[in-house]
């Protein structure tokens, strides 16, 4: 199965931080991060569905592309969710390694 999306989106990230002490230093620890995703008219092309069926293939392509909006409406929360989660952990494995002066020396 090979696929290929293409659409408009824009991405609006909320980050909020805040200084803990561990170990007697001060580090940088983020909160949950808040993702929001908006996203227009998309297309996604799969190959080699059904075994490479070239009607079946092209059906399901049809309905999902005839569906866009559903279909993005149904797994934005979930990729959200994924993805704030997913950043928020990579954030904070970087500014845990680091004390806080470390990371904004004056």
Not at 27 to 49: C, S
Not at 60 to 77: A, G, L, M, W, Y
Request: hydrophobic residues 40%; neutral net charge.
């Amino acid at each position: 199965l090979c696929g290929f999306f293409s659409a408009n989106y824009v991405c609006d990230v909320t980050m909020k931080g805040r200084k803990i002490m561990r170990d007697g230093e001060e580090y940088l620890e983020f909160d949950k991060m808040k993702i929001k995703l908006n996203v227009g008219d998309g297309q996604i092309r799969l190959t080699n569905l059904f075994n490479g069926d070239p009607i079946l293939g092209e059906a399901t392509n049809r309905i999902i592309n005839d569906n866009s909006k559903v279909f993005i409406n149904e797994i934005s929360p979930v990729l959200e969710k994924s993805l704030a989660d997913l950043f928020t952990d990579i954030s904070n494995r970087i500014t845990l390694k680091f004390t806080y002066k470390e990371l904004f020396p004056y």
